[in-house]
């Protein structure tokens, strides 16, 4: 185990992320795009991450599972219904949809390196990790939903 898995809660690496970006837009030239397509990729993201991460907020807490990506242990349920049958994390699209709506507002291809390196930095350090855990308390019924089921999109 690595001594950043499970330590950053994907909330608080959203928003240091997000400052990131905003202090690179802030200090880097904008590309030259038009305000009005800034604003509709913009608006594509924010509905895309609302249609996605709030209904797996919901489908963890009809399971009565914890949603704390940080003591992953306490799972209690495997969560298979809703968006969790297109994607197994679902929660962390809509973080990084958050990400990709920053970086269209902001109209800097710098800031766009922001939702890259969270969903890296998630991959390896959140969300490996979260398969790990899972795969050792669902065994066989984790694996067979893997099998199904693709880890992003």
Not at 11 to 37: D, E, K, R, W
């Amino acid at each position: 185990m690595h001594s950043l898995e499970h330590r950053i809660p994907p909330p608080v690496l959203t928003l240091i992320v997000a400052i990131c970006m905003g202090l690179v837009a802030h200090s880097t030239a904008a590309l030259n795009i038009s305000p009005m397509l800034r604003y509709v990729l913009t608006g594509i993201f924010l509905v895309g991450g609302g249609l996605i991460g709030p209904p797996a907020f919901g489908a963890f807490n009809r399971a009565g599972t914890t949603i704390n990506p940080v003591d992953i242990e306490k799972a209690s349920a495997l969560v298979t219904t809703g968006v969790y049958r297109f994607t197994r994390n679902p929660m962390y699209i809509g973080l990084t949809a958050l990400l990709l709506a920053l970086a269209a507002f902001f109209g800097n291809a710098w800031a766009a390196f922001g939702p890259m390196f969270f969903a890296l930095f998630i991959t390896r350090f959140q969300i490996i990790p979260e398969e790990r855990v899972m795969t050792a308390k669902f065994g066989q019924a984790y694996l067979d939903y893997t099998a199904r089921v693709r880890r992003w999109l």
